[in-house]
Every structure is written in structure tokens, then in C-alpha cells.
């Protein structure tokens, strides 16, 4: 069946530094993909999504590129804030068949002023 | 405004007390689910529906039940409630078609969540 892996956390960064969460999946056809994100005591709301290999979701200042060759979405923003401090989830969504979204396990990112 | 609306937020209840999440969208979404979200699990399916009348298991449904009556709602029954679903409880509905008859799935759109403690 379908699964995706993310990094485990949490990652603790400084304001600034330059951030990476790795997410890599496993699913037949061509899934979209997408970065939710979970602030403190709120539910998760989308933060990008990408529907077809080597496009690129962006949104806040995150990028993340489909890749189909590595399997890989991983999320990337230049300079984190403290701002940006939540739980960050890779999910993929089926092409046709029956449509389950699968959810990886979720990453901690903490920043620090 | 957009949304899925959860309720109970915060319950407290005591081991065999059936309890109702209920769950409300207004987007007219076809898709909508249940997680539950624990530390180092992430988030679990418990229950989804494609379209009214039409649930199906997802991964943890044991001691859950759902229906579908209306597009709108899509209720979360813990009938005999056990302290190991103490537990975060989501929402979250899409406008994605069942079986892929778009072609193409969406995003999903998250309730604030239900934080459950059972005793």
C-alpha cells in the first residue's frame, strides 16, 4: 500500500538558519503531494501541494519539488522564523482508484530566537 | 467562511458513557474523515465517507462508529468510550471525487480539533 516517511524530530534550528524536512513516499502512479502544517492548538491547514512530477508547491516562503525519480518531496524554507514553529506533516493522495490520503508521521520543527 | 466545525473542542468523560463528536462542513465536500492524531503515531484514519450514506473502515476503526445522513455532518459515536481513546480527534472534508472520477485529489480541510479524555 501507499506510505510516505518523513524525518523524525523534533528539529531545533535558530531564526535564520536554513531548513529541510525530508519526506520520500511510496505509491503507484503519479500521487499528488502535499505539505500540511499544524500550529500549536490548531488543526492542520494546507500549506502546499504538488500534483505532478517536477512541479514545485510554494507558499510562505516553504518550497518542496516533486520529484518521481528520488520519490521525494522534501520541504525547504530559506530563513526560518520563530514564527514557523509547528508540526509539519507530507501527506500523498492517490491517482484514481480509491481516494485514501496517506499521512506521514509528522516533524517538529522548533526555532529559536 | 469556509469551514469544518467541531464539537465538542474539550470533553472529559468516564470509561462506558457514550459520547457524539460532531462534525459539521460547509463547502459542499463530498469527502470527509475522522483521525485521530497521538504523540510519536501521528495521524490515524478512523473512519471516512465519500458521499452520503457511503462510510468505509480506515485504519484504526475498532470502538468507533460514523454516519452519513446528510452531506453536511458526519458524526463521531464512541459508544462504550475506553481510556485508550483518549486522544486529539480531526475532522477534515475534500471536495475530491470518490474512486477518482476526477482524476485528480484535493486538499483536505481540517476541523480545529476534539481533545477527548476518557477516565
Known amino acids: 500500500g501507499d506510505s510516505v516517511t518523513q524525518m523524525e524530530g523534533p528539529v531545533t534550528l535558530s531564526e535564520e538558519a536554513f531548513l529541510t524536512i525530508n519526506c520520500t513516499y511510496t505509491?503507484?502512479?503519479?500521487?499528488?503531494l502535499f505539505w500540511y502544517v499544524q500550529y500549536p492548538g490548531e488543526g492542520l491547514q494546507l500549506l502546499l501541494k504538488a500534483t505532478k512530477a517536477d512541479d514545485k508547491g510554494s507558499n510562505k516562503g516553504f518550497e518542496a519539488t516533486y520529484r518521481k525519480e528520488t520519490t521525494s518531496f522534501h520541504l525547504e524554507k530559506g530563513s526560518v522564523q520563530v514564527s514557523d514553529s509547528a508540526v509539519y506533516f507530507c501527506?500523498?493522495?492517490?491517482?484514481?482508484?480509491?481516494?485514501?490520503?496517506?499521512f506521514g508521521r509528522g516533524t517538529s520543527l522548533i526555532v529559536h530566537p | 467562511e469556509a469551514q469544518v466545525t467541531q464539537n465538542p473542542r474539550y470533553l472529559i468523560t468516564v470509561t462506558g458513557k457514550k459520547l457524539t463528536v460532531t462534525c459539521s462542513q460547509n463547502m459542499n465536500h463530498e469527502y470527509m474523515s475522522w483521525y485521530r492524531q497521538d504523540p510519536g503515531l501521528g495521524l490515524r484514519q478512523i473512519y471516512y465517507s465519500m458521499n452520503v450514506e457511503v462510510t468505509d473502515k480506515g485504519d484504526v476503526p475498532e470502538g468507533y462508529k460514523v454516519s452519513r445522513k446528510e452531506k453536511r455532518n458526519f458524526p463521531l459515536i464512541l459508544e462504550s468510550p475506553s481510556p485508550n481513546q483518549t486522544s486529539l480527534y480531526f475532522c477534515a472534508s475534500s471536495l475530491a471525487s470518490p474512486l477518482g472520477t476526477s482524476g485528480r485529489s484535493g486538499e483536505l480541510f481540517f476541523g480545529e480539533g476534539s481533545r477527548l479524555t476518557v477516565l
Open positions: 501527506a500523498l493522495s492517490p491517482y484514481g482508484g480509491s481516494y485514501i490520503p496517506t
Open positions: 505509491a503507484t502512479g503519479y500521487p499528488s
